[in-house]
T-cell receptor, first 115, second 111 residues
Framework: DTAVSQTPKYLVTQMGNDKSIKCEQN?????MYWYKQDSKKFLKIMFS???????INETVPNRFSPKSPDKAHLNLHINSLELGDSAVYFC??????????????FGNGTRLTVT | GQQVMQIPQYQHVQEGEDFTTYCNSS?????IQWYKQRPGGHPVFLIQ?????EVKKQKRLTFQFGEAKKNSSLHITATQTTDVGTYFC???????????FGTGTRLQVTL
């Protein structure tokens, strides 16, 4: 059983479209994240939720809207997609939000290509 | 904001050679984690270091946390082709689960 699963694996879309990425974890973790990995492999945190509550919201355009219906799910909706949004988006989870002895478990990633 | 830099950016070694990547933070860390990402894969947690000067080993991998808790290193002895990937350090300042990932070091190993 996959611990952190995200769908879709690949997403190719045109500029201006709206798309969503879904993430689910079956580890019983309290905290979930969205990370963006650009073409240079830099990993940057976008959002973090703890028990459905937003605790980290980095400087991300408001076209990106996360939603956590329960602590096992964290979805990412992107409006009006732009070329610069092309990247790999990773969902991750951790036991709690403190960071102490709480490593991240990543999903397999969603490769988003905006044309 | 906090910055975490890694050097080198890329290293190509022959199988059997040693490899080291260095991680430097602009701020003092409460702990540091290391991850490995295989080509086309996702980051996988390797280890966490918490104490100043801590050294941990996993088979051929040796991890160190600096005395000032601002730097760390990962050393691989006698690399194998299975070691290929990008190694990331990730620093935690202890506030609200905000891990800051390093810039990564890509390791290529050839026979």
């Amino acid at each position: 059983d996959t611990a952190v699963s995200q769908t879709p694996k690949y997403l190719v879309t045109q500029m201006g479209n709206d798309k969503s990425i879904k993430c689910e974890q079956n580890l019983g973790h309290d905290t979930m994240y969205w990370y963006k990995q650009d073409s240079k492999k830099f990993l940057k945190i976008m959002f973090s939720y703890n028990n459905k509550e937003l605790i980290i919201n980095e400087t991300v355009p408001n076209r990106f809207s996360p939603k956590s219906p329960d602590k096992a799910h964290l979805n990412l909706h992107i409006n009006s997609l732009e070329l610069g949004d092309s990247a790999v988006y990773f969902c991750a989870s951790s036991l709690d939000w403190t960071g102490d002895n709480s490593p991240l478990h990543f999903g397999n990633g969603t490769r988003l290509t905006v044309t | 904001g906090q910055q975490v830099m890694q050097i080198p950016q890329y290293q190509h070694v022959q199988e059997g050679e040693d490899f080291t990547t260095y991680c430097n933070s602009s701020t003092t860390l409460s702990n540091i984690q290391w991850y490995k990402q295989r080509p086309g894969g996702h980051p996988v947690f390797l280890i966490q270091l918490v104490k100043s000067g801590e050294v941990k080993k996993q088979k051929r991998l040796t991890f160190q946390f600096g005395e000032a808790k601002k730097n760390s290193s990962l050393h691989i002895t006698a690399t194998q082709t299975t070691d290929v990937g990008t190694y990331f350090c990730a620093g935690n300042t202890g506030t609200a689960s905000k891990l800051t990932f390093g810039t990564g070091t890509r390791l290529q190993v050839t026979l």
